[in-house]
Structures are given as C-alpha cells and as structure tokens.
C-alpha cells in the first residue's frame, strides 16, 4: 500500500481510501464488518463516510472500535446550517463512530462558503471545535467548481478539498486539481468510478495514480468489490501507450 501526505493537514493516508457510505446499505452487519478490517489488514488506514447515513457510521465505528482506531483516520462530514445543527451532528457522529474525536472533519456546501464571523456560525464554531481537540483537521465537500476556487482565493482553514474527479473530467477538473495540490491542500477525489458509469477499474485506478497527491475515494457494496479494488491497488496496470490511448479514447468520449 502506498501513502501520501494530505496537503496540509499532514496526515499520511494511503493512497486508497474507503468509501464507508455504503456499509448501512449491506444486509448483514458482519458483512459490513469484515469488509472494514479486511481493507484494513490491506494497509487502509483513511475511512470516509457521512452523519447522512448514520448506520454506516455505526458499522464504521463498530470495526474500528479499540486497538485499530488509534491508527487509522477517519473523516466524516456534515451538511450543517447553523452552528447549532453543526453541534448535534457531530455528536452523534461521536457517538456512532464510538470515538470523541474526528480526524477530519467536513463541511458539505454546495452554494455558498462559511465565512469567519458568519451569521450562521459555522466556521466559528469548526476553529473551537478545532482548538478543543474535538476535531483536528477541517475539510470541504463540493461538486461545485466555483465554491472550490473561492476557497483557494480565500484561503480560509480548510486543508483538504473532496471534489469529484474521475477520468471522465474534462481539463478544467484536472487543472483545478493540479490548483488544489499546488495551494498545499488535500484533493481526495469522489466518485473515481463517476458514479458507476466506469466500469474498467484497472484503467480509472490507473489514470489517478498519475496524480501523485490525489486519494481516490473507492466505495465497495460487497466484499467482490473490495477485493477487485485492493487487488488492483496492488497490482496497478502498467502506464504505457496503450494505457494511454485507452484512457484518451474514455476521455474524448465523455469530452
């Protein structure tokens, strides 16, 4: 397994990411479980999910619980309004993910960016959760180009960014992540498979590999689909000219 710095943040997370959001929707739990410390016996060490899907936190929490939690990294994230909603949210992320704190901790917006000394509190009460040891490190949610661009321009706390980014992008997506690594933050890409319309793991796995600080977020329903994504992360295709003529062919198509 292979491990990157996520910009700023410092925190060195492998190269492969787990997308917990899917664990809630696993018939059985011990499913879910397994999946969880089998990514982890792999070298996983970075777990993504959401107070959005509460069960999923459980599962998450549940195989991470004891000696493996002080090892590994968890994110989750919140669409919060007020600092108020904020609060109840991440306690019961606290409480679901049986842990009392977060390693970094998101901010799901689409439309507009909190601000310090906002009306809706938000970002004020993110730095006193941040002072208090509650959470260490602050981090964005968008599927909007231009909340992620104002973030860069203003250069606010944030220290990593999670925007899709597939092979199915254009130039401009790829030139915003090249943006993002280049301002030192963390670009963890959603939706590598662009929501399912990939379909050639080995080649989307391969053409983000190109991107040296990028962590692909890879969300699994089974354990078949973990094992082809763990196997693939161990066994990366070779980048030659056919590799890239391939992945030019996906591109121009979607493009």
Not at 62 to 80: P, Q, Y
Request: aromatic share 8%.
């Amino acid at each position: 397994m292979d491990y990157v710095t996520l910009g700023k943040s410092n925190l060195l997370v492998s190269r492969t990411a787990f997308g917990a959001m899917g664990l809630g929707d696993i018939e059985d739990p011990e499913v879910a479980k397994s999946m969880v410390k089998k990514a982890y016996e792999a070298g996983v060490n970075f777990f993504d999910v959401s107070c959005d899907s509460p069960e999923s936190e459980r599962r998450l929490g549940a195989a991470l619980e004891g000696a493996m939690r002080k090892n590994v990294f968890i994110a989750t994230k919140t669409s919060a309004h007020t600092s108020e909603e904020l609060a109840e949210n991440l306690d019961s992320s606290l409480s679901n993910l049986k842990t009392d704190y977060i390693d970094l901790y998101q901010l799901e917006k689409l439309n507009y960016l909190p601000k310090e000394g906002g009306e809706d509190g938000i970002m004020d009460k993110l730095l006193n959760l941040k002072k208090a040891g509650v959470i260490n490190h602050i981090g964005l949610v968008t599927d909007n180009i231009d909340i992620v661009f104002e973030a860069l321009r203003t250069k606010g706390p944030w220290e990593t960014i999670q925007y899709p980014f597939n092979m199915a992008c254009d130039d401009a997506v790829v030139n915003l992540a090249n943006e993002i690594i280049k301002a030192n933050l963390g670009f963890i890409a959603m939706r590598p498979l662009c929501g399912g319309i990939l379909t050639n793991l080995p080649l989307a796995l391969g053409y983000l590999r190109q991107f040296e600080s990028v962590v692909p977020l890879w969300g699994a329903t089974n354990e078949e689909e973990l094992q082809q994504i763990l196997y693939f992360t161990e066994n990366p295709p070779r980048i030659d000219e056919q590799f890239t003529e391939e992945v030019e062919k996906v591109r121009a198509f979607f493009n």
